[in-house]
């Protein structure tokens, strides 16, 4: 499986704390982006550098800076929007690509109702942000889009993972790596991860 379980201390912490049923808007939206900020900087762990010759304080110094084009990070509408700053936290020059996925409800597949890409997306290695990989669908959904736009190089940062979906991204694009602060036991019969979250979206939103 092409799985990045992040243990961390301070991660499995805050995924705990976001766990409690009566976990309010204000604090499940503060520990996604904390949350989201603690595993970008796992996520961006293998960031091909170049070496580079920067003029210092007492001549010149062999320094080092990330290499090619910035990442362009994707947040899928709308649970996503809540990792965005917390990436944006470690990655402040990155670009923003937008999808939004509906499904269809002959095929029940997702369908794009909204793309937005930034230029060069051949040229930048994308990184995809969702709370939540439950099925799997619109990850992989994501994941067609931004390799017809070109993109080569695709990670996915999720908080909680069901092993279904897992499968199903791996299945369909083994060379993406999925990110996850934990990798939980199931679908509920609702597509639910269990223990997971509830509905992630809902909850950094406010919404019911
Ligand atoms: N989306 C959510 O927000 N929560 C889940 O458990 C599954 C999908």
Known sequence: MNITIIEHPLVRHKLSLM???????????????????LMAYEASRDFATEVFTLQGWCGDIEAHR??????????????????LDGVLDLIPTAKISV?????????????????????????????IIDPMLATGGSMVATIDLL??????????????????????VNEAHPDVTIYTAALDSHLNENGYIIPGLG?????????K
């Open 199 to 207: 509905d992630a979206g809902d909850k950094i939103f406010g919404t």
């Open 19 to 37: 766990r409690e049923a009566d976990c309010s808007t204000y604090r499940f939206r503060t520990l996604t982006k904390e949350l989201a900020r």
């Open 66 to 83: 990330i290499k090619g084009k910035t990442v362009t990070i994707v947040p899928i509408l709308r649970a996503g929007l809540g990792m």
């Open 99 to 127: 999808v939004g996925l509906q499904r269809d409800e002959e095929t029940l597949q997702p369908v794009s109702y909204f793309e937005k890409f930034v230029d060069d997306m051949d040229k930048r290695p994308a990184l």
């Open 147 to 168: 390799k017809k736009k070109g993109c080569k190089n695709i990670k996915a940062l999720v908080l909680v993972a069901a092993p279904e979906g897992v499968k199903v």
